[in-house]
């Protein structure tokens, strides 16, 4: 998974969360996307991502791979590890994918009686 892949499946898996927190129907969508992010540099080196929502914040740490999320109180009300973040991402993947039959693509089998009339070519 490259970067750009693993800190998406952050921010999904951080907006999921927000939206099962009991947000009504009308503002589900506003309380659950992310309205700013940022970088999180320590020392000079960069280590993780800010993210803030409507009613919580979040921090990624990138070598740790463990998203914690705050309420704007302060007070830590979620920790997503690696493995946990992982099975989001799968389970998502797996009802967004077709089912394997139908990503097949059937070619069309020329059968004796075709084989005498002359190809047809694009020019």
Request: aromatic share 8%.
């Amino acid at each position: 998974m490259t970067n750009s892949q693993r800190l998406e499946a952050v921010r999904n898996r951080l907006c999921q969360w927000v939206s099962d927190q009991g947000a009504d129907a009308e503002t589900e969508h506003v309380s659950s996307k992310i309205l700013s992010e940022s970088m999180l540099i320590r020392d000079g080196f960069f280590c993780g991502r800010c993210f803030r929502t409507a009613e919580y914040r979040a921090i990624w740490f990138i070598e740790e791979d463990e998203l914690k999320i705050y309420s704007h109180s302060g007070s830590l009300q979620c920790v997503f590890h690696r493995d946990e973040i992982d099975a989001h991402e799968e389970a998502e993947a797996a009802e967004e994918s077709p089912a394997a039959e139908e990503s097949i693509i059937r070619m069309p089998i020329r059968s004796d009686d075709a084989s005498h009339e002359p190809i047809r070519r694009a020019a």
